[in-house]
Structure formats: C-alpha cells, structure tokens
C-alpha cells in the first residue's frame, strides 16, 4: 500500500490531496531474492493478472539496468492495461551529469510509462535531521 501526498496539476491553487493507492513492487524488489529469477514472460503474465486485479501501479523494474527490465518495458509499450498504470523505477541523474548525458534518466523516458517511481537520496542536512528524529533521547 502506498501512501502519499500530491499536488494538483491541474488545479489554479497548489491544491493538495492525500491519496492512498496498491502500489505492486515485486516486479522490481520481489526478483531480486536468492533463486527468483522472472523471466520477460514471467513478468508480462504478472503485471497482466495485477491489471485484472485491480492493482493501482505497478513497478515493472529498473529499464536502464539490465537488457531483461528494457524488454519487458518495450513490450509493455503496446500493452492496453485496464485498471493499472505501468511505472518505471530508476534514479535521479549522476552529480555532475546532464539529464540528456545520463543513460539511466534516458532509459527512464525510453520505458514509456505515464509515471516513475525515483529512487532519491537525500542531502547530508536532511539526513541528519532525519536521523536525530529517530535517534534515542
């Protein structure tokens, strides 16, 4: 279950609205358990049964990380899902490095999903803050 804040796009005022959606990950993190290994099929049938389920998102995988995640994607392309949106996983680009210029970005836009799901990693203030929340007092 993922449970989140948005704001609205379309909306004159930054608007914003809590939502609560099933978002499916185990296309991604579920694969990457000692002995699973999905094939391309594998995860075609999988995000097909998740679509008649009903699952909300589904994180189909990494596209820019190996040859096996930018099939599936390119497959999924033509796909007519019916109740889910298709998102991709990946990262923010390398310090230093343009969004043109970094492959994973590229393979982000190239995944042809309507949304993606960022892996970010937080500055050094935000993660002292954030550790000092949590820290024994």
Partial sequence: LFLGFGLCATCDSAAVSIFSSIFFSTLCYGSQGEGISLSVEDKLRIAAKLDE????????????????????????????LETSKLVAFGSTRYKNVT??????????????TPSVCLALVPPDTFTQWAKSLIAPR
């Fill in 99 to 112: 969004c043109n210029d970094d492959a994973n970005v590229q393979a982000l836009e190239a995944s042809g």
């Fill in 53 to 80: 389920f009903g699952v909300a998102y589904i994180e189909g995988g990494w596209p820019g990380s190996n040859p096996k995640d930018a099939e599936f994607f390119a497959l999924m392309r033509d796909a007519q």
